[in-house]
């Protein structure tokens, strides 16, 4: 089969929809059904980014382990500054496509341009794995990763929004197949849009294999970098947005027992989000209280050992599509705190502590068992490596090959 992939969302740092389409752009390609790969960004033929995030297929097993006590994790300054300058064409046009008027526009051009180029295509499959795929000759498969611009629009920019609401029908109607996540959101998907269950396929997402449990040694190098120590706190990662429920984390957190909190303090770990100020408010006056401790954006050479090396990871998100960062963490041997709504149940497998993500007590509740109770925590810890051992990124492109093959039949 030869395949042609959409790689927009690939742009450093990869996190969500952009890790799953290098996943995708890295894997398939030596896959023995893909005869060919082509990636195609903002209606033009395009390289694939020289992006070499840590934990690629490319890295080994030993250059990983050893990731402590080498320059790999990369904390400075001028590393900080080098990736901004290569991600300046990505921000102009995230920046630009929060004007009403340019993200009109662009939903309204971006189709006609992508369609032009595959006029020349003879042969192939479109994979668009970013909410779209345009009008073509070809067949397309089309990955939805969740319907929160339907269900909470109030996350988004308007601009996003008014012109996703006009992409995603559109899209919808042209895919042969659509893949999704989770259950989850296929059941979502199928309800929203009166699908067939025929055209709509479920393709779970998987952890790199960076991401395991490490020695105390092997964690404190790094973990002092942060002026943390190993099993001395919680930790939340992903951006700082109101979709993670931050809020309520937060108001959860401060009604714990001062000896708790104090013991281990709750670490956030994200790049700041869209409508983020009054989430950064109460971050603020946790730190100021002592037992909050912001950490910005963090490059992935760190995280593995931020996960690995927290006692507790807190994930009471309000909707997902399907939460890498619950898969992350169980294959780093901690456990895991999220929330009973959407795909999250799914993802942890029986392996960890849900909650309503609306009840401050409930959270509070299971923040004081999943600090304190050694019983659940040896348990939650064994059953979470269970689960995350059946999450991995070869499962998830040979499924999604598979895909391929059921739309190169029609």
Request: with cysteine.
């Amino acid at each position: 089969m030869k395949i042609i992939l959409s790689i927009e969302a690939i742009h450093a740092p990869l996190a969500g929809i952009g890790r799953y389409a290098w996943e995708l752009a890295t894997r398939a390609p030596a896959h023995p059904a893909v005869e060919s790969m082509r990636f195609m960004s903002d209606g033009r033929w395009a390289n694939l980014p020289e992006i070499e995030p840590v934990g690629s297929s490319s890295t080994s097993t030993e250059q990983n382990q050893s990731l402590a006590h080498t320059s790999a994790v990369v904390l400075n300054y001028k590393g900080r500054m080098r990736q901004r300058l290569e991600n300046i064409p990505t921000q102009l046009r995230r920046n630009f496509g929060q004007i009403p008027l340019v993200s009109r526009l662009y939903g309204k051009l971006m189709p006609g341009l992508v369609a032009g180029q595959l006029k020349k295509v003879k042969e192939g499959i479109f994979h668009g794995p970013n909410y779209f795929v345009p009008p073509t000759h070809l067949p397309t498969v089309l990955t939805i990763h969740d319907l929160s611009i339907y269900r909470y629009p109030q996350w988004h920019p308007k601009a996003r929004v008014d012109r996703m609401l006009a992409t995603i029908p559109e899209s919808i109607q042209r895919a042969n197949l659509i893949l999704t996540d989770s259950d989850a959101i296929r059941r979502e998907l199928i309800a929203q849009f009166n699908l067939s269950e025929q055209r709509v396929k479920t393709v779970l997402l998987g952890v790199d294999q960076i991401y395991f449990p490490r020695s105390v040694q092997e964690l404190q190098p790094v973990l002092d970098k942060f002026g943390l120590q190993a099993n001395g706190y919680s930790l939340f990662v992903s951006t700082i947005e109101p979709r993670k429920n931050l809020q309520n984390l937060i108001a959860a957190y401060r009604a714990l027992p001062p000896a708790v909190k104090q013991r281990w303090p709750l670490v956030l770990a994200g790049g700041r989000g869209w409508e983020s100020e009054a989430i950064h408010a109460d971050m603020l006056q946790g730190e100021a209280e002592g037992w909050l401790k912001y950490l910005g954006f963090i490059e992935q050479s760190a995280l593995p050992y931020l996960y690995a090396g927290c006692r507790l990871f807190t994930y009471p998100s309000w909707y997902e599509g399907f939460g890498l960062p619950i898969a992350e963490a169980m294959a780093s041997g901690v456990p895991v705190l999220t929330a009973n709504t959407s795909s999250m149940p799914e993802v942890a497998a029986g392996a960890a502590m849900l909650v309503d993500p609306a009840d401050h007590d409930d959270i509070r509740t299971a923040l004081m068992r999943g600090l304190e109770d050694e019983v659940w925590r040896l348990q939650a810890i064994s059953r979470g490596l269970q689960r995350a051992k059946e999450l991995s990124w070869d499962a998830c492109v040979n499924n999604t090959v598979a895909a391929y093959q059921t739309v190169s039949q029609h």
